[in-house]
């Protein structure tokens, strides 16, 4: 990961504590005003900020998989479905499925997804700061604020807008 992502993490982390507190209080915001600013935000992070240089996602967290996404990776890695879940998954503590191990076995050396057409929806859809509804997604977006540096400075840009007491 470049320094830069890495200073802009340490940097959320640092202040979990508060961030909590805020996204907490967050709920209270219209729903739609806060999707227009965070959708804002989004974009505008990824300017500057590029998923080739990071990866972190790939790395640390990795995505639970639906059937559709098995059924799609499978097929796009001529592999039985139940060979595919062999190899490479396991039900975490929820009973959900998981990469066996990360990063995930298909993030290539260059940071490049080797599955990127078939990838699982959860990859696809990450880190949520892009999508409607938000208001429901702000304990993961508390999580991904540990993760992403693009959901980092999404964070950093919200307290800006809406306050950070
Ligand atoms: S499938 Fe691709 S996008 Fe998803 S975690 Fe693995 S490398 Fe990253
Ligand atoms: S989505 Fe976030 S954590 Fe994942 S590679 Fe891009 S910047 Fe990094």
């Known amino acids: ?21 805020f996204l907490h209080k967050l709920k209270r915001a219209k ?10 935000l989004h974009y505008k992070a990824f300017e500057n ?3 080739l ?6 790395i640390t967290t990795g995505p639970l998989l639906l059937h559709k ?29 998981v990469f066996k191990n990360m ?6 050396e260059h940071s490049y997804c080797n599955v990127y057409e078939a990838r699982p929806n959860a990859c696809r859809e990450y ?13 993961i977006t508390f999580h991904n604020s540990t993760i992403c540096p693009a959901v980092a400075k999404v964070v950093e840009g919200l307290k800006k807008i809406y306050g950070n007491t």
């Open 1 to 21: 990961m470049l320094p830069a992502y890495k200073q802009i993490l340490q940097q959320s982390i640092s202040q979990k504590e508060e961030t909590k507190k």
């Open 31 to 40: 729903p739609n005003d806060l999707d227009n600013n965070c959708n804002t």
């Open 49 to 51: 900020i590029d998923c």
């Open 53 to 58: 240089q990071c990866a972190n996602c790939c």
């Open 69 to 97: 996404d098995i059924e799609r990776l499978s097929q796009s890695l001529s592999m039985r479905q139940a060979a595919f879940t062999n190899q490479y998954l396991r039900q975490d503590e929820d009973g959900d499925l």
């Open 103 to 108: 990063p995930c076995p298909f993030l290539d």
């Open 127 to 139: 880190p949520h700061t892009q999508q409607r509804k938000i208001i429901n997604k702000l304990d």
